[in-house]
């Protein structure tokens, strides 16, 4: 029998601490007169959003940990991706919970606005937190009210948003697994000379189109001619470490050549077997970004209906920052720009068979072998 003690029966309002939890709404309407009734509504859902932002930092804690090793443990890919899944579901909450607070007119908010100045959204250390761990550097971020974002936290939290920004962030150590894939080592076989004659024949396909399209100006041809011109040049630099390196130093690329390349080629082969978490991977950081975008432009096109041309309660130029914010501050950007260099399944590389029967199930291997 084990010795492990037995835990005792516990309450449901103990053990959710309710006691706390429905008593830290105190609107400030209220200290003096009657309290406005919306703000009992303001309150609960910002405090709703934190309590899912502590989620959201719980579950990209533990993918920054298991990242975080110098081999990743291909058994826990099944761990990230259905943590991050959860990271996205929580997301869609976010954007869904702005309908209730919807349901509060401008009036309705003024009766309280000017109990909430200085304080602000913008405030929130743990959304903070959440872009830092994602990996949001501070010069791509947009300035709040012309100061630096770290001027509107206090001395506690500035010090923890520190530590934090010091820790890989996700796309860091994203990269960082994306250099050890081990299935660009293709020997004497040069996959991405094959891979440039697939472009090259998909871009002629494309050129011939445009050139016998009769529904097309000469004026439209070649402008569309001009841009398939365009999109030859990416795929060259896409191929071109140095020129990529270029990039990278200009801000237009975060992750290194062999991540990006890695990245391509998990999308390109994405049906073989060992490739389809790391594909869901990478369409999930996407989709992280997507949603945080989502959200921020809802909440600018909430705070305009709200307040109208107004400034913010912090002193920011309301919804124009979080408008230029929605717009700035992806973290993804790369894996974003994966589909500019996806060919059709049909102008493939054929793989080299070493490297095909690693892709694949173990018994369709072993299965090979014995034929």
């Known amino acids: 029998m084990s010795g492990k003690a037995m835990p005792t029966g ?30 009992m509504l303001f309150i609960v859902i910002h405090q709703a959003y934190e309590l899912w932002f502590k989620l959201i930092l719980h579950e990209l804690g533990s993918v920054q940990k298991l990242f ?15 943590r991050l899944e959860r990271v996205t579901e929580i997301q869609r909450v976010l954007v869904d919970q702005l309908n209730i607070l919807e349901t509060m007119t401008p009036l309705d908010f003024l009766d309280f ?39 509107r936290l206090n001395d506690d939290e500035r010090t923890t948003l520190e530590k934090s920004e010091e820790s890989p962030s996700l796309v860091e150590l994203v990269e960082g697994w994306l250099e050890r894939i081990p299935f660009l080592n293709f020997g004497d076989y040069n996959f991405w000379k094959e891979y440039l004659a697939g472009v090259n024949t998909m871009l002629a396909d494309d050129a011939e189109i445009i050139r016998n399209n009769e529904m097309l100006t000469a004026d439209e041809k070649r402008d ?17 470490e140095e020129a990529h390196n270029e990039l990278r130093k200009q801000g237009e690329r975060r992750l290194s050549h062999r991540a990006m390349s890695a990245a391509l080629f998990i999308d390109l082969y994405r049906d073989y077997p060992a490739l389809q ?95």
């Open 10 to 39: 516990t309450h449901y309002g103990e053990y959710l601490q309710l006691d706390k939890l429905l008593s830290a709404q105190v609107p400030r309407s209220g200290m003096n007169q009657e309290p406005a009734h919306d703000e």
């Open 68 to 82: 975080g090793t110098t081999s990743l443990d291909e058994r826990r890919m099944g761990f990230i991706v259905s």
């Open 113 to 151: 606005r000017d109990y909430l100045v200085p304080a602000s959204g913008f405030q929130s250390i743990q959304f903070r937190l959440i872009e830092a761990a994602l990996g949001l550097r501070q010069e791509d971020r947009t300035a709040y009210g012309q100061h630096a974002y770290r001027t």
């Open 224 to 240: 569309q001619l001009a841009q398939l011109a365009d999109t030859k040049e990416g795929f060259r630099i896409l191929l071109d």
């Open 277 to 371: 978490l790391p594909h869901k991977l990478l369409g999930l950081l996407v989709d992280i970004d997507e949603l945080f975008t989502a959200w921020r432009q809802r909440h600018a096109i909430m705070v305009h209906r709200m307040i109208g041309r107004k400034i913010g309660t912090g002193g920011s130029s309301g919804h124009q920052y979080l408008k230029s914010a929605a717009d700035k501050h992806r973290v993804f950007s790369d894996l974003f720009d994966l589909p500019t260099y996806l060919i059709p399944r049909s102008s493939l590389p054929k793989l080299p068979p070493s490297v095909e029967s690693r892709l694949g199930f173990a018994y369709e291997a072993e299965r090979e072998t014995d034929r």
